[in-house]
């Protein structure tokens, strides 16, 4: 486990950048930088920085960033919210995305089609 790692994963995949994490942090982005380069980082830190990213220290220690699907536990208040971050699940998006774009295409070709076999007699 590299908490600085885990960090900087965690910090990416919310779009937050460096230096828009440290003013959260009220610190440098140099410093931000230094602490996501630790392997460790004490326990009140990681606290304030579950707390910038909406998460628990706990789900930033269990975080896997070397693995492919991750779920990432964010809780707002008592609301906790869940959001998987699951390449396939990005990929059948986009799937079916294109699926229905080809399918808008072959419906405009069939109805131009139509107006040329209209057209021609």
């Given at each position: ?63 896997n960033p070397d ?55």
């Amino acid at each position: 486990m590299h908490l600085g790692r885990n960090i900087s994963k965690l910090r990416e995949l919310k779009g937050i950048k460096q230096e828009d994490f440290a003013k959260m942090l009220k610190i440098t982005q140099q410093a931000v930088s230094k602490m996501e380069s630790k392997k460790d980082i004490d326990d009140a830190t990681l606290q304030k920085i579950a707390d910038k990213l909406g998460m628990t220290p706990d789900s930033i220690k269990e975080f896997n960033p070397d693995t492919m699907i991750q779920t990432v536990h964010q809780h707002s208040g008592n609301n906790g919210n869940i959001i998987n971050i699951n390449p396939v699940d990005k990929i059948v998006e986009l799937y079916e995305k294109l699926l229905k774009e080809k399918d808008g295409i072959i419906k405009s070709l069939k109805k131009e089609n139509e107006v040329l076999k209209r057209n021609s007699k």
